[in-house]
């Protein structure tokens, strides 16, 4: 990974420090003291000096296992199964992994596709079943075992172990920023929906793909992207940021080696599946080709508009319309997500100066989420490592992160709700949640792209001169294309065309 440090400077000398370059860290630490001063940053010190044992990035791993800790306890009141008297809902502990555990099959001992269908990509299913089959045979073994819970555990220690390693990425990544990790780290979201599902599979893939790009290996990084996205999709769409920075810095060689390697990844994971088990397979497909607007997304957020607006209740609102007419929503959601990645593009082609990929990368994500038809709880997770990586400034970041949580209190009033037919909340709350967490993530989207338009005001760009996850990008000019494509031109009164 190119740092491109400038000669005679030690990388020592150039760590961030948030209480400093921060405008809110530097706001509250006015509280204790003001920003650090140059003897505890050890600015003037020489390289090797420093030999304290709790370094930023030590202290950064460790809150990360705190964080992960603390979500266990969290969720710990559902570990033995026993969900009586709606306790997951009631103690906020309700995780997929325990759930499914039953209703895959996996308590049984079936194999995922081979002997029942499951609702997640291949590498995810693979997954549950190289975890949940070895328990299944140990209770066999010893029916004293709770087998749920042995199963849960081992799936939150290898979930937590993969959360750690992102962690470890993002520091490997921003080494002369290594307190950005801590908004992963410190991050609420992560102490409510760690092991809510099976989303940090993908999330570690992912970092350690962008961390292969950034190392300048774009094979192995369109592997470790291709897996990524076998387990859940939205990786994948980190391939097209890649493209179109390296189409403006003429390296479209390295982004294709990416392209290909992933497809072929990708392929290669599902093929046995799919050709062994074709309707098996297929069911994730099916369920996402089927499935009606979820909760708490932009269209949840419309029908609820069209109930208040709507006055002749035999009349379909136009969200309740495409709610009853799904191939029509599947193909409206993805036409505007369609728009926002070329939107995307062409931002990222006419931008003053080339963008990170970080910032692209986190633009199309969260693009995928606002007009998605489902937006579930820990969905979260996987804006947190390009948020961190994109725009590592706490106030926004904190601004979303509560109403985040808002937003999963709210959820589960709506579950428990639904449970005992006796609303905990009126559906105004749960949609006004919904509406912070989407608004938010929106805010974080503009200030990404204020920051393309304006370099300067990039905070990544004030420690590093270009772009640290690029890769081979890193350093390199635009192409000549770019260059002339980008510049205007005015007519002069002879009717020549001047390029300005």
Same mark, same amino acid.
């Given at each position: 990974?190119?740092?491109?440090?400038?000669?005679?400077?030690?990388?020592?000398?150039?760590?961030?420090?948030?209480?400093?370059?921060?405008?809110?860290?530097?706001?509250?630490?006015?509280?204790?003291?003001?920003?650090?001063?140059?003897?505890?940053?050890?600015?003037?010190?020489?390289?090797?000096?420093?030999?304290?044992?709790?370094?930023?990035?030590?202290?950064?791993?460790?809150?990360?296992?705190?964080?992960?800790?603390?979500?266990?306890?969290?969720?710990?009141?559902?570990?033995?199964?026993a969900w009586q008297n709606n306790v997951q809902y009631t103690r906020f502990c309700y995780t997929d992994v325990l759930a499914l555990y039953y209703a895959e099959g996996l308590n049984e001992g079936k194999v995922p596709y081979r002997?029942?269908?499951?609702?997640?990509?291949?590498?995810?299913?693979?997954?549950?079943?190289?975890?949940?089959?070895?328990?299944?045979?140990?209770?066999?073994?010893?029916?004293?075992?709770?087998?749920?819970?042995?199963?849960?555990?081992?799936?939150?220690?290898?979930?937590?172990?993969?959360?750690?390693?992102?962690?470890?990425?993002?520091?490997?990544?921003?080494?002369?920023?290594?307190?950005?990790?801590?908004?992963?780290?410190?991050?609420?979201?992560?102490?409510?929906?760690?092991?809510?599902?099976?989303? +940090?599979?993908?999330? &570690?893939? /992912?970092?350690?793909? #962008?961390? @292969?790009?950034? *190392?300048? =290996?774009? !094979?192995?990084? $369109?592997?470790?992207?291709?897996?990524?996205?076998?387990?859940?999709?939205?990786?994948?769409?980190?391939?097209?940021?890649?493209?179109?920075?390296?189409?403006?810095?003429?390296?479209?060689?390295?982004?294709?080696?990416?392209?290909?390697?992933?497809?072929?990844?990708?392929?290669?994971?599902?093929?046995?599946?799919?050709?062994?088990?074709?309707?098996?397979?297929?069911?994730?497909?099916?369920?996402?080709?089927?499935?009606?607007?979820?909760?708490?997304?932009?269209?949840?957020?419309?029908?609820?508009?069209?109930?208040?607006?709507?006055?002749?209740?035999?009349?379909?609102?136009?969200?309740?319309?495409?709610?009853?007419?799904?191939?029509?929503?599947?193909?409206?959601?993805?036409?505007?997500?369609? +728009?926002?990645?070329? &939107?995307? /593009?062409?931002?990222? #082609?006419? @931008?003053?100066? *080339?963008? =990170?990929? !970080?910032?692209? $990368?986190?633009?199309?994500?969260?693009?995928?989420?606002?007009?998605?038809?489902?937006?579930?709880?820990?969905?979260?997770?996987?804006?947190?490592?390009?948020?961190?990586?994109?725009?590592?400034?706490?106030?926004?970041?904190?601004?979303?992160?509560?109403?985040?949580?808002?937003?999963?209190?709210?959820?589960?009033?709506?579950?428990?709700?639904a449970a005992t037919s006796r609303p905990v909340f009126p559906e105004g709350v749960f949609v006004l949640a919904s509406t912070l967490r989407l608004a938010t993530v929106v805010v974080l989207c503009g200030f990404v792209v204020r920051?393309?338009?304006?370099?300067?005001?990039?905070?990544?760009?004030?420690?590093?001169?270009?772009?640290?996850?690029?890769?081979?990008?890193?350093?390199?000019?635009?192409?000549?294309?770019?260059?002339?494509?980008?510049?205007?031109?005015?007519?002069?009164?002879?009717?020549?065309?001047?390029?300005?």
């Amino acid at each position: 990974m190119s740092t491109q440090s400038t000669p005679g400077i030690d990388e020592a000398e150039t760590i961030d420090h948030p209480s400093r370059s921060d405008g809110f860290v530097r706001g509250i630490s006015a509280a204790i003291g003001g920003p650090l001063g140059d003897h505890a940053t050890a600015l003037n010190r020489p390289a090797g000096r420093e030999r304290r044992f709790w370094t930023a990035v030590r202290i950064v791993l460790a809150l990360t296992c705190l964080t992960l800790a603390l979500h266990w306890v969290q969720k710990s009141p559902c570990q033995d199964g026993a969900w009586q008297n709606n306790v997951q809902y009631t103690r906020f502990c309700y995780t997929d992994v325990l759930a499914l555990y039953y209703a895959e099959g996996l308590n049984e001992g079936k194999v995922p596709y081979r002997d029942h269908p499951v609702e997640y990509p291949v590498l995810t299913g693979y997954f549950m079943g190289a975890l949940g089959l070895p328990v299944h045979a140990i209770g066999e073994g010893d029916p004293s075992i709770n087998q749920g819970q042995w199963f849960y555990n081992l799936n939150a220690l290898v979930l937590g172990a993969l959360a750690v390693a992102t962690v470890a990425v993002i520091l490997a990544l921003r080494r002369r920023r290594p307190w950005d990790a801590a908004l992963f780290a410190l991050a609420p979201a992560l102490v409510l929906t760690a092991t809510v599902n099976w989303d +940090l599979l993908a999330i &570690g893939l /992912a970092a350690f793909g #962008l961390l @292969a790009w950034a *190392r300048k =290996r774009p !094979a192995l990084a $369109g592997v470790l992207l291709g897996l990524a996205g076998a387990a859940k999709l939205w990786p994948l769409f980190l391939l097209g940021p890649i493209l179109i920075l390296a189409l403006r810095a003429d390296r479209v060689r390295a982004a294709l080696t990416a392209i290909g390697t992933a497809i072929v990844a990708v392929v290669l994971v599902n093929l046995p599946a799919a050709r062994a088990y074709p309707e098996n397979w297929d069911r994730f497909f099916e369920l996402n080709t089927t499935r009606p607007i979820d909760w708490g997304t932009l269209w949840y957020i419309g029908r609820y508009l069209d109930g208040k607006v709507g006055n002749d209740p035999a009349k379909l609102g136009p969200f309740e319309w495409l709610n009853a007419n799904i191939p029509t929503l599947n193909t409206l959601s993805y036409a505007l997500f369609g +728009l926002a990645c070329l &939107g995307v /593009a062409v931002l990222a #082609l006419r @931008a003053p100066r *080339r963008p =990170r990929l !970080a910032q692209l $990368g986190f633009l199309v994500v969260a693009a995928f989420l606002i007009f998605s038809k489902v937006w579930s709880q820990q969905f979260v997770l996987w804006l947190l490592p390009l948020v961190v990586l994109a725009r590592p400034k706490w106030g926004a970041f904190l601004a979303w992160q509560i109403a985040e949580v808002c937003y999963f209190v709210a959820f589960y009033g709506e579950l428990l709700g639904a449970a005992t037919s006796r609303p905990v909340f009126p559906e105004g709350v749960f949609v006004l949640a919904s509406t912070l967490r989407l608004a938010t993530v929106v805010v974080l989207c503009g200030f990404v792209v204020r920051e393309i338009l304006h370099p300067e005001q990039d905070a990544v760009r004030a420690t590093y001169p270009d772009d640290p996850d690029g890769g081979v990008l890193d350093g390199a000019p635009d192409a000549p294309w770019i260059d002339r494509w980008r510049r205007p031109t005015r007519t002069e009164p002879s009717g020549e065309l001047i390029t300005t």
